[in-house]
């Protein structure tokens, strides 16, 4: 099975500032993984497919990139909304998995 | 528009069974691979499971192997899951989803004596 490491496992952060989460396969998945979002709540959110591809309706503060074993999801300028965890998840596999998750704060 | 409703959360005790569903609406079923996903309450997310659109494909993850049975009824627009010898590690809001933009709004499953 493929596994998915997300760091950081939370973050603070001020309005206006630029969020990287990372997230590694422990095998190469291509670029088959998508980014998530998700409020307390609610059920999770795409906001990235195919490791780069903003879904549409997604503002375009939210950006994703890599390939392989490793990539990186950025909100280029954090906006109140924003407060949520976000998930990475790969479908080379399957069996899907997804990351721990990353609990963004401000 | 898309939807994906689950039957409604239950408590169960520890080593029971409970079978989930989820209509499906707005899209055809049986063309689609659906799967069921679960969260602890403040924890992060697991796949459970997976079918193929005619039934002939399945997987499980490791945690609910030989204990989860996932099937679906395309002819009622339906997805299943059975789950055995439950355990309270079990418990959680269980998701029926149609990756990756398709998500039911929950169930909650309580396994607790």
């Known amino acids: 099975d493929i596994r998915m490491t997300q760091s950081p496992s939370s973050l603070s952060a001020s309005v206006g500032d630029r969020v990287t989460i990372t997230c590694q396969a422990t095998q190469n998945i291509l670029n088959h993984l998508n980014w998530f979002q998700q409020k307390p709540g609610n059920a999770p959110k795409l906001l990235i497919y195919?490791?780069?591809n903003l879904e549409t309706g997604v503002p375009s503060r939210f950006s994703g990139s890599g390939s392989g074993t490793d990539f990186t999801f950025t909100i280029s300028s954090l906006q109140p909304e924003d407060i949520a965890t976000y998930y990475c998840?790969?479908?080379?596999?399957?069996?899907?998995?997804f990351g721990g998750g990353t609990k963004v704060e401000i | 528009e898309v939807q994906l409703v689950e039957s409604a959360g239950v408590v169960v005790q520890p080593g029971g069974s409970l079978r989930l569903s989820c209509v499906v609406s707005?899209?055809?079923?049986?063309?689609?691979?659906m799967h069921w996903v679960r969260q602890v309450a403040g924890k992060g997310l697991e796949w459970v499971s997976l079918?193929?659109?005619?039934?002939?494909?399945?997987y499980y993850s490791d945690s609910v192997e030989g204990r989860f049975t996932i099937s679906r009824d395309n002819s009622k627009n339906s997805l299943f899951l059975q789950m055995n010898s439950l355990r309270t590690d079990d418990s959680g809001l269980y998701y029926c989803?149609?990756?990756?933009?398709?998500w039911g709004r929950g169930t909650l499953v309580s396994v607790s004596s």
């Open positions: 989803v149609k990756f990756p933009r398709t």
């Open positions: 998840q790969q479908y080379d596999d399957l069996r899907l998995s």
């Open positions: 195919g490791a780069s």
């Open positions: 707005g899209l055809s079923s049986n063309e689609n691979t």
């Open positions: 079918i193929s659109w005619n039934g002939a494909t399945t």
